[in-house]
């Protein structure tokens, strides 16, 4: 027999947010809405973890009102089996203001039950607030809180700053630069690039598979094959039709099929014969498969297979493999249209790198721990540039740094035993707090990374070699500017 499932609102801020929500953010917002679902004579909510109550005996407050999300077929035994499930996902550690809050959690507890969402009203809060200029404000400071909020990068302005700003840090001026750091100062500046070229014959067999389960194949043959030639050739062309190939796959294929593509592409960005030709057009396909794969993927969606990220996260990696590539793919002026508006090709490298360090998926993060690399050789670059004098057309502001800082410090807190990934998500970190004014530095120590990074000194145990030095090296001399700064 259908059982009723039941929405209760509370406003969190007992009517305050209606009575100054338009003084303080020039917008009215009803409330500081909490919401717990009710079936089976329990309420479920989330917050310090999944918890269950007698309904109306919680302690949020006011209720506003009781929702009717309509009737399940499902069970009770099935549902709480379902809820005991969800413990180990929704965490009191997990728990974000901003992107996995208790209205997240009813969000998807209804589609489960009911095939619905909660009222968008409710679950757009976050972003309704975000859009203010106060809440833009004041996200860095959630943030450092909670960690990094992809819906607040979302809402996060793009910043142009002219070349005489202190904005802009000056590496010759900038106190930090008193401060010694060998190893720091010494990393290699290449970025890691996954050029390594998969077996052709392979990667396009199963890309073809794909495409002849959905009729796809015949009428492509001639593009693939060209698409082929074209990797494999010394003078590259990719042949007629490709764009629209691109286009017909992204949308036909599932998420699941489309690693074929995108190990294709992380190579052929690669010549330099033909990157200009991905990026050429307005919007970028490059920029905007890595947004759609990535930043512009709605919440509601499954994990993304492990496959597609990983190859998301290669080709990424592979955009900072040439000058042109990472101009393109680090600008504040390109955009990718999203119906929040348009997404600076800036944004969408750091969402995903974001979203890439904090994934459930240890090879995930092990691969974003490159990107992450490889974004701090391009800040460092791009800092000494300026220090020189020289013209850049995007510069480097705190706000963004803040972002990289938070994630890399939330990704260090993995218990890794792999040297190689410590390293590079340690070798980011310094040069990003090397480079940053006050307020990263004041993050990082908030975030207690200190403690964090010897924390994983201690698992790995002092190993021996070239990477344990410069390991240790790194972990000393960010030790060292954060003493500096606590002073």
Same mark, same amino acid.
């Given at each position: 027999?259908?059982?009723?499932?039941?929405?209760?609102?509370?406003?969190?801020?007992?009517?305050?947010?209606?009575?100054?929500?338009?003084?303080?953010?020039?917008?009215?917002?009803?409330?500081?809405?909490?919401?717990?679902?009710?079936?089976?004579?329990?309420?479920?909510?989330?917050?310090?973890?999944?918890?269950?109550?007698?309904?109306?005996?919680?302690?949020?407050?006011?209720?506003?009102?009781?929702?009717?999300?309509?009737?399940?077929?499902?069970?009770?035994?099935?549902?709480?089996?379902? %809820?005991?499930?969800?413990?180990?996902?929704?965490?009191?550690?997990?728990?974000?203001?901003?992107?996995?809050?208790?209205?997240?959690?009813?969000?998807?507890?209804?589609?489960?039950?009911?095939?619905?969402?909660?009222?968008?009203?409710?679950?757009?809060?976050?972003?309704?607030?975000?859009?203010?200029?106060?809440?833009?404000?004041?996200?860095?400071?959630?943030?450092?809180?909670?960690?990094?909020?992809?819906?607040?990068?979302?809402?996060?302005?793009?910043?142009?700053?002219?070349?005489?700003?202190?904005?802009?840090?000056?590496?010759?001026?900038?106190?930090?630069?008193?401060?010694?750091?060998?190893? %720091?100062?010494?990393?290699?500046?290449?970025?890691?690039?996954?050029?390594?070229?998969?077996?052709?014959?392979?990667?396009?067999?199963?890309?073809?598979?794909?495409?002849?389960?959905?009729?796809?194949?015949?009428?492509?043959?001639?593009?693939?094959?060209?698409?082929?030639?074209?990797?494999?050739?010394?003078?590259?062309?990719?042949?007629?039709?490709?764009?629209?190939?691109?286009?017909?796959? +992204?949308?036909?294929?599932?998420?699941?099929? +489309?690693?074929? +593509?995108?190990?294709?592409?992380?190579?052929?960005?690669?010549?330099?014969?033909?990157?200009?030709?991905?990026?050429?057009?307005?919007?970028?396909?490059?920029?905007?498969?890595?947004?759609?794969?990535?930043?512009?993927?709605?919440?509601? +969606?499954?994990?993304?297979?492990?496959?597609?990220?990983?190859?998301?996260?290669?080709?990424?990696?592979?955009?900072?493999?040439?000058?042109?590539?990472?101009?393109?793919?680090?600008?504040?002026?390109?955009?990718?249209?999203?119906?929040?508006?348009?997404?600076?090709?800036?944004?969408?490298?750091?969402?995903?790198? %974001?979203?890439?360090?904090?994934?459930?998926?240890?090879?995930?993060?092990?691969?974003?721990?490159?990107?992450?690399?490889?974004?701090?050789?391009?800040?460092?670059?791009?800092?000494?540039?300026?220090?020189?004098?020289?013209?850049?057309?995007?510069?480097?502001?705190?706000?963004?740094?803040?972002?990289?800082?938070?994630?890399?410090?939330?990704?260090?807190?993995?218990?890794?035993?792999?040297?190689?990934?410590?390293?590079?998500?340690?070798?980011?970190?310094?040069?990003?707090?090397?480079?940053?004014?006050?307020?990263?530095?004041?993050?990082?120590?908030?975030?207690?990374?200190?403690?964090?990074?010897?924390?994983?000194?201690?698992?790995?145990?002092?190993?021996?070699?070239?990477?344990?030095?410069? %390991?240790?090296?790194?972990?000393?001399?960010?030790?060292?500017?954060?003493?500096?700064?606590?002073?």
């Amino acid at each position: 027999m259908p059982s009723t499932v039941q929405l209760l609102l509370y406003d969190l801020s007992a009517g305050m947010a209606r009575m100054l929500s338009q003084q303080l953010t020039g917008s009215l917002i009803e409330g500081i809405w909490h919401t717990s679902v009710v079936l089976y004579g329990r309420e479920v909510y989330f917050g310090q973890g999944i918890q269950i109550d007698h309904p109306g005996a919680t302690p949020h407050g006011h209720l506003v009102k009781t929702i009717d999300m309509g009737s399940t077929d499902i069970p009770e035994d099935v549902f709480w089996e379902y %809820i005991e499930g969800l413990r180990g996902t929704w965490t009191a550690e997990k728990y974000h203001l901003f992107d996995n809050n208790c209205n997240s959690f009813t969000r998807e507890v209804c589609l489960f039950l009911v095939g619905k969402p909660i009222p968008s009203y409710i679950s757009d809060l976050p972003s309704e607030f975000l859009s203010t200029p106060f809440g833009r404000q004041i996200a860095p400071l959630i943030e450092g809180m909670f960690g990094p909020s992809r819906i607040a990068a979302e809402h996060r302005e793009p910043v142009e700053v002219p070349s005489h700003t202190p904005s802009i840090w000056q590496l010759t001026d900038h106190p930090h630069a008193k401060i010694r750091t060998p190893t %720091i100062d010494g990393l290699p500046m290449d970025p890691i690039l996954f050029s390594q070229s998969s077996k052709l014959d392979a990667i396009f067999k199963k890309w073809v598979q794909f495409l002849t389960e959905k009729n796809m194949q015949a009428q492509n043959e001639g593009i693939l094959e060209g698409i082929k030639v074209a990797i494999e050739s010394s003078e590259p062309r990719l042949p007629s039709g490709w764009r629209e190939f691109l286009d017909t796959c +992204l949308i036909n294929l599932p998420e699941s099929n +489309l690693f074929p +593509l995108l190990d294709v592409l992380r190579l052929l960005v690669l010549k330099r014969e033909i990157c200009a030709d991905l990026i050429r057009d307005s919007p970028s396909r490059i920029m905007s498969i890595l947004f759609l794969l990535g930043p512009g993927r709605s919440n509601a +969606l499954p994990t993304l297979p492990s496959a597609t990220h990983l190859m998301i996260l290669r080709l990424a990696c592979n955009l900072f493999g040439s000058a042109s590539l990472i101009s393109h793919c680090l600008s504040l002026h390109l955009t990718v249209a999203a119906s929040s508006g348009p997404v600076p090709h800036r944004s969408i490298m750091t969402g995903l790198l %974001i979203e890439s360090l904090l994934s459930k998926d240890t090879q995930v993060k092990r691969t974003a721990a490159s990107l992450a690399y490889n974004m701090s050789c391009q800040v460092w670059k791009l800092h000494t540039s300026h220090s020189k004098g020289q013209a850049e057309n995007d510069v480097i502001v705190e706000e963004w740094v803040s972002e990289l800082v938070a994630a890399v410090i939330k990704a260090l807190e993995e218990p890794w035993n792999d040297d190689e990934t410590v390293f590079r998500i340690l070798a980011a970190l310094g040069r990003f707090i090397k480079l940053s004014g006050d307020g990263v530095s004041n993050l990082a120590l908030v975030l207690d990374a200190t403690t964090i990074i010897r924390r994983q000194l201690n698992r790995l145990g002092g190993g021996v070699g070239e990477l344990a030095t410069r %390991i240790q090296g790194v972990s000393e001399d960010i030790c060292r500017i954060l003493e500096f700064a606590r002073e």
